[in-house]
């Protein structure tokens, strides 16, 4: 037969490692094996987050190097739910992935740059020379549009995340997002830049919902030479 992944769902009761501690489900990285603790296979979030494993796909934290708590994708937490949350992987993940590489665009902020990101759910309607994804260094942003198959993201909905993957194999940390309303903070600043000194500035300047949907950002170092281009982007109205 041929496979591409093997989920084992084993009954209620079964021992983990000789003992009856409690657990609910592991996978292996780079492996095509992901075992299941009864009714936790069944639930939507799980097999996601467990073959995300098999697919060599680390946790995804927030705010700190350990942990599950960047709940703007599938290798956070998983939930105890049957056909949800719709939801898929943060910046970092989907950088591993290449499902978007025709749409990224990597560089280093030697000046100011500004440009539309487009949400990574209308990746199929975005026209070309666009982009979902954004690498600067070890920081990974993307638009994490609540619609279509993220419309249940639990964490950062309809903003843009800044994620911190300091390389291919490791953890990933959500550091912050930009957003345009409903309380939602325009400006997120990552200090100390690839040790520079100075901080590395993202900016909202305006969302517009299409679709395709996008938000229009500024990124800027700030150490007096570079500085926020979102009123040069102003359009009249």
């Not at 639990?154 to 957003?179: D, Y």
């Not at 909202?204 to 150490?223: F, M």
Request: proline share 5%.
């Amino acid at each position: 037969a041929v496979f591409d992944h093997v989920l084992i769902c084993l009954p209620p009761g079964t021992l983990y490692g000789g003992t009856r501690a409690q657990w609910y489900a592991y996978g292996y990285l780079n492996y095509y094996r992901t075992v299941y603790n009864d009714k936790w296979g069944g639930y939507y979030s799980v097999p996601m987050h467990e073959i995300g494993h098999n697919l060599a796909l680390q946790h995804s934290s927030e705010g700190s190097p350990s942990g599950y708590g960047d709940q703007s994708g599938m290798m956070g937490y998983s939930y105890s739910e049957i056909g949800a949350p719709s939801m898929c992987f943060n910046g970092h993940k989907n950088h591993l992935l290449r499902w978007y590489s025709d749409r990224t665009i990597e560089f280093y902020p030697s000046r100011a740059w500004s440009g539309l990101l487009y949400a990574f759910v209308d990746y199929d309607r975005t026209p070309q020379n666009s982009f979902v994804l954004i690498r600067v260094r070890d920081l990974y942003v993307q638009y994490n549009r609540a619609r279509r198959f993220n419309s249940g993201t639990r964490e950062k909905q309809n903003e843009v995340t800044i994620t911190r993957g300091p390389n291919e194999n490791a953890q990933s940390i959500l550091l912050g997002s930009v957003g345009i309303g409903n309380g939602k903070e325009r400006i997120h600043r990552v200090p100390n830049f690839a040790g520079t000194g100075h901080s590395l500035v993202f900016e909202a300047c305006e969302q517009v919902y299409g679709p395709p949907d996008y938000v229009r950002l500024s990124i800027y170092l700030d150490d007096g030479s570079q500085r926020s281009t979102c009123s040069a982007l102003a359009e009249p109205t």
